[in-house]
């Protein structure tokens, strides 16, 4: 067996709603599952998600506009100063740059501030408005953030600032008192898309100030959509397909930089290259020093600084990696030493020299390694504080359960999955008490085991071209329509091998029914030894197609594998058998010995592990049950080998069946051979065989070994009496059969059991455990043709 690293779930799809939407759209099977899983469960809502065009909603639905447009046109129209304050994260920078360009191109009078995370922390602050207001700005503009700002709010109000808040993160019980409040989700909001990111709600205030769809703006709101992790779908699904447009194309000298940096190909631009290259840039300029460099890179108009600052970018994302790569070994070293999973369901941990602008991404690490809501605190003595971030699992609301603590959290914010929160550092145990408290009552063992959510189960020859080609249409993919990924399931394998100069990558080719897939899995090289050739495995991805040299065929990034069946690997043969710890898995480990003489050999670190069984009875009391079994030495009988594991489930067998010495290769003497023997013995009369023996048996091409078995056969039948190496026959014994002869029996035991079990091939050793273990009608057909 292998397991799976997480529990697959596949959903369920209607396939009467799924086949509608074949035969109403004319797509394929494959596409119609994956929209019924999505909910788009209808003809209209299908085709618009696929085909549909612009459907931006009217701006002026969002609650507080209206006054906010007024009152930005009333600032330009005055030269008032205008200051859009921003987030320091890819949603705010993009954010900060869509409403800086709109202002810009309307002829206000503007400007932005960004607040340093390590200074200021999260959000509005009064000692920034008050700034604010010695430099003569009369309009405050908030950017994704804002929502949580009452008491920033109230010091606006008493300074004289009209302050403008846009935002998207959930809202509190008590709302900022601020001129206009634009967020899709306020309460009384009727606004038709509630899931915009803070970029969303720029580009919305935008789309407001230039009466009508601001198409110039898509490049950079896209960054903030894809980054911030809001649903796909609805006004961010057309902000996401068109900005991937705009960005394949784009302009912008900024954008163009730090994509000729980071090393893409702006024609092969799509989500990812915002995930996993745009945003991580653009978050550590934010986490290590101030956002502001990564505003500028977006609306520089000089090539020449674009390239600085897109270097410079590069250089702190790789400080960022660094960084984070060793917070995260101390956070995991902590959890296992102080917090561990067995008696915390959610984490809360910290350290004072924790760098606070990454440890966002090291509570993601935590999560990812012990799937366990994680919040990770960077602590300052010096002013009594820790400030953090969290990320959370399926079935544990944290901004829920983040909210019942508010008296402990005098500034907290952010979704059911992610938030970001202030506290004293005296009160980071009673969090940590009371949020665990709530997990025991909302979080069972189940939710605690990671999960994979498949999109749909397939055949091989459900994968073609044609098919995978379709899927593009789904694209751009995120939240609410992630990447499909598949399940593939009991297939053959036709060939496995590790690749990549580490050999920590896996290509493998499977076959079902005449249909083949190839699969490539990253990370995934180590597998290569835990499965069977003979296996049938099943295996998860993502589909693609892979295009080389003009060929194209369908493919699979795999990210995970399993085998459900008991496995066999054959070792016979290996002069070096005692290596078990790198070759045999850890868990439920169980080594056999069959003979005594070689317990003494195995390492003295696995003597626990290790079991002597002589008799049948120490075989059949074995408990074998999901383990990993390694047959060390040949038994005595085949029976010692079918008691131990008939009925028993072991996850895997390892064979080494070490043996000194093999009778298989020494001459089995047939009848004929015993006959001649006999007759030379009558014959010559008595022979001394220490003398003549050798002689003998070169003379019939025989080995000493055979002239001397013969002898013993014929004294255990009282053919002949062998007295001081000399060997007379007895010519009055009566007739018997050899295989009255305890030796005879004993060699041709032995010589069929190393036939059977030593020197048998891989398939016929595999069908006789087979049979042993799961008495399958198919093994015991294939266990006659040989036995």
Not at 51 to 73: N, S
Not at 80 to 97: H, R
Not at 230 to 255: C, F, H, M, P, W
């Amino acid at each position: 067996m292998l397991k799976s690293k997480t529990n697959w779930i596949v959903r369920k799809t209607d396939h009467k709603l799924a086949q509608m939407l074949v035969n109403e759209l004319k797509i394929t099977p494959l596409v119609a599952s994956l929209l019924v899983n999505r909910g788009l469960d209808t003809v209209d809502s299908a085709r618009y998600f696929l085909f549909g065009k612009d459907g931006f909603h009217d701006p002026y639905l969002l609650i507080g506009m209206e006054t906010a447009v007024e009152r930005i046109k009333e600032a330009i129209d005055k030269q008032e100063p205008i200051l859009i304050f921003g987030d320091y994260d890819a949603d705010g920078v993009s954010s900060t740059s869509v409403l800086m360009i709109t202002l810009r191109d309307l002829g206000a009078n503007v400007q932005f501030y960004i607040p340093n995370r390590f200074r200021e922390g999260y959000g509005p602050n009064e000692s920034a408005f008050r700034q604010a207001a010695e430099n003569g700005i009369k309009l405050i503009i908030t950017v994704d953030t804002g929502i949580a700002a009452v008491h920033e709010a109230a010091v606006a109000k008493e300074l004289g600032l009209d302050l403008i808040i846009t935002d998207h993160h959930e809202p509190g019980p008590v709302l900022p008192e601020a001129l206009a409040i634009i967020h899709p989700k306020l309460p009384d909001s009727t606004y038709p898309f509630r899931e915009l990111a803070g970029v969303g709600v720029a580009f919305k205030l935008a789309h407001a100030l230039y009466g009508e769809v601001p198409d110039h703006l898509f490049e950079i709101a896209v960054i903030g959509t894809i980054a911030d992790l809001v649903s796909l779908k609805g006004e961010n699904r057309l902000i996401a397909k068109k900005g991937l447009e705009k960005l394949r194309v784009t302009q912008n000298i900024g954008l163009r930089a730090i994509l000729k940096v980071a090393g893409v190909d702006l024609k092969a631009v799509n989500e990812e290259t915002i995930g996993f290259t745009i945003a991580p840039r653009i978050n550590a300029v934010g986490r290590l020093e101030d956002a502001d460099l990564a505003v500028h890179l977006l609306l520089t108009e000089d090539p020449e600084e674009a390239q600085s600052l897109a270097e410079e970018m590069d250089a702190l994302n790789k400080t960022r990696q660094e960084i984070v790569n060793t917070i995260t070994a101390e956070a995991i070293a902590e959890v296992e030493k102080n917090y561990p999973i067995e008696t915390n369901k959610v984490l809360v941990i910290g350290k004072e020299a924790w760098n606070p602008g990454v440890i966002g991404i090291v509570a993601s690490r935590l999560v990812e390694k012990f799937y366990r809501p994680t919040i990770v605190l960077n602590f300052d003595p010096d002013k009594g504080v820790a400030k953090g971030s969290a990320r959370s699992i399926l079935g544990y609301d944290l901004f829920k359960n983040l909210s019942t603590c508010r008296e402990l959290l005098p500034h907290f914010g952010g979704h059911p999955m992610a938030a970001g929160m202030t506290l004293k550092l005296e009160d980071v145990a009673e969090l940590r008490e009371r949020l665990n408290r709530l997990a025991d009552e909302q979080l069972t063992d189940e939710h605690l085991i990671p999960l994979t959510q498949l999109d749909e189960k397939l055949h091989l020859q459900d994968i073609s071209l044609s098919s995978l080609d379709e899927l593009s249409l789904l694209a751009p993919f995120g939240m609410d329509n992630p990447k499909p990924k598949v399940l593939i399931d009991n297939v053959a394998i036709t060939s496995m091998r590790k690749i990549g100069s580490g050999q920590n990558h896996l290509k493998v080719l499977v076959n079902e029914e005449g249909s083949t897939l190839d699969g490539v899995g990253f990370g995934l090289g180590a597998l290569a030894d835990q499965i069977s050739p003979v296996s049938k495995i099943s295996l998860i991805g993502e589909l693609s197609i892979n295009e080389w040299n003009n060929n194209r065929k369908p493919q699979i990034f795999i990210h995970d594998m399993a085998v459900h069946s008991w496995q066999l690997f054959d070792l016979r043969g290996q002069k070096r058998a005692n290596h078990f710890q790198t070759i045999v898995p850890a868990e439920n480990r169980k080594i056999i010995i069959f003979n005594q003489e070689h317990l003494e050999k195995i390492n003295p670190e696995l003597r626990s592990e290790t079991i002597l069984i002589q008799t049948i009875e120490d075989a059949k009391a074995f408990d074998g049950l999901g383990a990993n079994i390694a047959l060390v030495d040949f038994p005595p009988t085949k029976d010692h080998v079918k008691e131990l594991v008939a009925g028993k489930e072991p996850a895997r067998i390892y064979t080494y069946f070490y043996k000194e010495a093999s009778d298989y290769f020494s001459t089995l003497p047939t009848r004929d051979h015993f006959k001649w023997f006999y007759a030379f013995l009558l014959k010559k009369g008595p022979i001394d065989l220490k003398l003549h023996g050798e002689t003998i048996a070169k003379h019939r091409g025989w080995s000493q070994e055979t002239i001397k078995f013969m002898s013993k056969v014929f004294s255990e039948l009282d053919f002949v009496t062998i007295n001081n190496g000399f060997i007379t026959l007895n010519t009055g014994a009566p007739k018997r059969d050899l295989t009255d002869s305890q030796t005879y029996q004993t060699k041709q035991a032995q010589y069929a059991l190393e036939r059977e079990l030593l020197f048998s091939s891989f398939q016929e050793l595999k069908g006789w455990f087979d049979q042993v273990i799961q008495g399958s009608v198919e093994s015991e057909e294939a266990i006659k043709e040989w036995i």
